[in-house]
């Protein structure tokens, strides 16, 4: 579990630079010597100009324009493809964002963007019920060391988890962030389980089905 994260926080800084000394470090993950990669990481970063350093690894507002003032943007109404395009890629690779990220890319990554924003949403609730773990990070591996058991499928399939989409990492990336600062409305009406519609879940004949987005339905326990 600890390794994979580490791989995908590194998926992350490899993303954001593009210069020949940080593309050769960081090849070497995706050739299995992850400890010599982060090894060089320090090296690497010592050899950047202290200016751009500073200008790279500070986390940017997420805003349609990349405003200068700080404040992350909210939308009265959720965003398009459009405007994911065209905000900064985060820069951070705290622990609750990976996780986040990692999840709406095996979970939501071929779902429209309101679709992708409705699995995040569920994330959060649960998050912040107290039915389920009080992190991301918690909600998302609840279950994890039984295999079928676990909350969110992938983390318990037996399938090895790996990164091959780059657009699509990159655009549920920043719908984790807009998820996770609450930038944008909710679609859910407070759902806190869902499923594909390729299944039937004996627990979802007496829940409450809240939303139908993409190949999801989403639900709340009934009062």
């Not at 390794?3 to 800084?13: E, G, I, Q």
């Not at 990669?37 to 050899?47: T, Y």
């Not at 998820?179 to 829940?207: C, D, I």
Request: aromatic share 10%; glycine share 6%.
């Amino acid at each position: 579990m600890v390794y994979r994260r580490t791989l995908v926080s590194a998926l992350f800084v490899a993303l954001f630079f593009s210069s020949n000394a940080f593309a050769s470090g960081y090849v070497q993950i995706f050739q299995g010597d992850l400890l010599n990669a982060l090894r060089s990481e320090k090296a690497e970063l010592e050899k950047v100009d202290p200016a751009l350093a500073r200008r790279i690894t500070k986390r940017r507002p997420v805003s349609r324009d990349a405003a200068e003032d700080g404040e992350a943007a909210t939308y009265a109404s959720l965003p398009s493809k459009q405007d994911l395009a065209v905000l900064p890629l985060p820069t951070t690779a705290e622990a609750e964002f990976v996780c986040m990220t990692e999840a709406l890319y095996f979970e939501a990554r071929g779902e429209s963007v309101k679709g992708i924003f409705a699995v995040a949403e569920v994330i959060m609730n649960r998050a912040k019920s107290t039915q389920f773990p009080n992190s991301v990070c918690g909600v998302i591996n609840q279950g994890a060391h039984r295999k079928n058991a676990c909350q969110f499928s992938y983390k318990c399939d037996g399938i090895a988890d790996r990164i091959h989409e780059r657009d699509a990492f990159e655009q549920v990336s920043k719908i984790a962030e807009l998820a996770m600062q609450g930038a944008v409305p909710k679609v859910t009406e407070g759902a806190l389980y869902y499923h594909t519609n390729a299944v039937r879940p004996r627990w979802s004949r007496v829940f409450e089905r809240t939303a139908s987005i993409g190949v999801h339905y989403f639900y709340r326990p009934g009062s």
